[in-house]
């Protein structure tokens, strides 16, 4: 054989290797913008009952599951299919015991070899009776031997009429390009009596408190920008000065001082709480990152984090009275 043929040969048999390799990475990497955020509805299950009369309150939870692997670190030691499946059960029965309205959710997977490509927001949004589902996805990419589509949910038992991506700062160009990063969905929903409100169902990164007040700053615009009014929860990997564990970024910011500035937000708890009232971790808590945050003239008439070692964060609810309307 001819020293060219053998090179050409090589040169295919390289390129058929990389293709093998790279190709679904690639094939993933582009489909991914197309896919970042998506809205659903389940028509199968009932929804709630029409009404002219705007509810007088809310019922809004925040939890982040961890990919469903439990209280533990790793997220390939969350056990078999069948306990992993049992786990999304139980977080979907404390989830419908809550009687919530709006849910949202962290960490949970949409199509990840670690959960079984389990799509774990569809599977509470049914077991826990919401019609309807924004899935916004934070890492997406796959590989020969597996995928890893996650990040954040809201599911809501009233109608999501419009949902968009909220494109946080990431840590590094190269890592959003080749993986993803942590982003927020905006949903606009519609309650009964033909008002709406805005959820910012959010993820804060946990690398850097500059990272999370630029995130905040962010969201502020988006508050300001519309006469909508905006509910923010998830994650934000963030504790108030005075608070345990409370981190500023080099210039002396905090992230959920920074969210509050202007008296425009308020939330709960806003002093140091009893280890009760504590989101992380669920096993050994030391500090407040999970939050709700509303419009100042609303008010709570409920907040509480619940003990519970599902996930290795606590969920949070609360139910928020509208004071005279929206």
């Not at 692997?69 to 790793?74: M, T």
């Not at 015991?97 to 049914?126: C, G, K, M, P």
């Not at 608070?243 to 708890?269: C, K, Q, V, Y």
């Not at 669920?282 to 409920?302: A, G, M, Y």
Request: with cysteine.
């Amino acid at each position: 054989m001819a020293a060219s043929q053998k090179k050409r040969r090589i040169f295919w048999i390289i390129a058929a290797l990389l293709t093998l390799l790279l190709g679904p990475y690639l094939y993933s990497r582009v489909l991914s913008s197309w896919r970042v955020v998506k809205t659903y509805d389940l028509p199968r299950l009932a929804e709630v009952p029409p009404s002219q009369e705007q509810p007088a309150s809310l019922r809004i939870g925040t939890y982040n599951i961890a990919h469903g692997r439990g209280p533990i670190l790793d997220n390939w030691a969350g056990g078999d299919a069948d306990e992993r499946a049992n786990r999304l059960a139980e977080i979907s029965e404390l989830i419908k015991a809550e009687r919530l309205d709006v849910l949202v959710l962290n960490e949970v997977d949409f199509n990840s070899t670690w959960s079984y490509h389990v799509n774990q927001a569809a599977e509470i949004a049914q077991q826990a009776g919401f019609r309807y589902r924004v899935e916004q996805r934070n890492l997406d990419f796959r590989l020969p031997y597996g995928s890893w589509q996650f990040g954040n949910a809201v599911l809501s038992k009233y109608p999501i009429v419009a949902a968009e991506v909220i494109d946080l700062p990431g840590y590094a160009t190269w890592e959003t390009v080749a993986a993803g990063k942590k982003r927020g969905a905006l949903c606009t929903i519609e309650i009964p009596g033909g008002r709406r409100i805005r959820v910012a169902g959010v993820h804060l990164s946990h690398r850097s408190e500059a990272l999370r007040v630029d995130g905040i700053q962010l969201i502020r615009q988006l508050r300001d920008a519309s006469d909508v009014p905006l509910i923010v929860a998830g994650d934000l990997n963030s504790t108030p000065p005075g608070f345990p564990r409370s981190r500023t970024d080099e210039a002396g910011h905090n992230a959920i001082a920074t969210m509050l500035e202007g008296d425009l937000w308020h939330t709960r708890p806003t002093a140091p709480p009893t280890e009760e009232g504590l989101t992380y971790s669920s096993t050994e808590p030391k500090n407040v990152i999970d939050w709700i945050v509303i419009p100042r003239q609303w008010r709570f008439l409920e907040y509480r984090a619940i003990v519970s070692e599902l996930s290795d964060h606590r969920p949070v609810v609360g139910e928020v009275l509208f004071d005279g309307g929206l």
